[in-house]
């Protein structure tokens, strides 16, 4: 059972949100080396890689508390779509447009767990979910001893319906208790085939941020925190899910008469 309330943090603009986005993340590469010596993440798609690139790759100042050492991240997909991966609309695409192929080669590469391109043409997408899920068991030990895996940090964006992962309101899938990684068939967003990590895995993470910017998410962002009528979407099961876990990063036009309680800096 979750503990406390989510963190809502406010910034003014998105080269402050980046900076204490840079640090928050460090804070958890940091905290991750000191108990197993790797960084495990699952990272979203859409505007989210640009300002964790922004973020991630802003000059150090020196210290090892300070310094991405990507060299021991393994990083894999909150959710992705069944497209071949030079595809506009794959995440890998984008995490590797956007930050993994401009780390400069001092900080090392990370791990990238990308889907197995095999069976992207595949008209059910669950044998895609369902390898993705056995890489997740091979890094996270096996689905007999490990009841749900436990990233060190998922980082989610948060759509206008108040979606996240391809995890959509009123779907089935939320519901999902058992399976790590589950097939979307009929996204509701396109492209309709997508693979996904369940609501069970988002919230037994260590660490949970999301980064929602812009006066076109304010609406969404007061349902979710503000309003009863938001309480069964996505994102909001997810602050429900995992509580003082969950840390938003969000710029002042997405708040914007949002009455639960925001803080700026961490």
């Given at each position: 059972m ?49 300002i964790?690139?922004k973020?991630l ?11 991405p ?47 197995d ?16 899920q ?32 391809s ?32 609501l ?7 660490n ?59």
């Amino acid at each position: 059972m979750a503990t406390g309330h989510p963190n809502l943090h406010s910034f003014p603009n998105s080269d402050e949100l980046a900076a204490q986005l840079r640090g928050y993340v460090l804070r958890c590469q940091n905290s991750a080396f000191s108990r197993h010596g790797t960084f495990r993440l699952a990272v979203s798609g859409g505007s989210l890689p640009a300002i964790l690139a922004k973020a991630l790759l802003a000059p150090s100042n020196g210290s090892p508390e300070d310094t991405p050492q990507f060299s021991k991240w393994h990083i894999f997909f909150a959710d992705e779509r069944a497209v071949p991966l030079d595809d506009e609309e794959s995440n890998y695409r984008l995490l590797k447009d956007e930050l993994v192929s401009k780390i400069p080669a001092k900080f090392g590469s990370p791990v990238v767990h990308a889907i197995d391109e095999k069976h992207i043409g595949d008209d059910d997408p669950q044998e895609l979910a369902d390898l993705y899920q056995e890489d997740l068991m091979r890094e996270f030990a096996s689905k007999e001893t490990v009841k749900l895996p436990a990233f060190d940090l998922i980082l989610l964006g948060c759509g206008p319906d108040g979606h996240t992962c391809s995890l959509f309101p009123g779907h089935a899938l939320l519901r999902e208790k058992d399976a790590w990684v589950a097939a979307e068939t009929d996204s509701p967003k396109p492209p309709p085939k997508r693979i996904t990590l369940t609501l069970p895995v988002v919230t037994h993470a260590l660490n949970i941020a999301f980064v929602a910017t812009g006066a076109g998410k304010k609406g969404i962002l007061k349902k979710i925190f503000d309003l009863e009528e938001g309480s069964s979407l996505p994102s909001t099961l997810v602050n429900q899910g995992a509580g003082e876990k969950v840390t938003w990063f969000t710029d002042h036009p997405a708040v914007d008469g949002v009455s639960f309680p925001r803080r700026g800096s961490l």
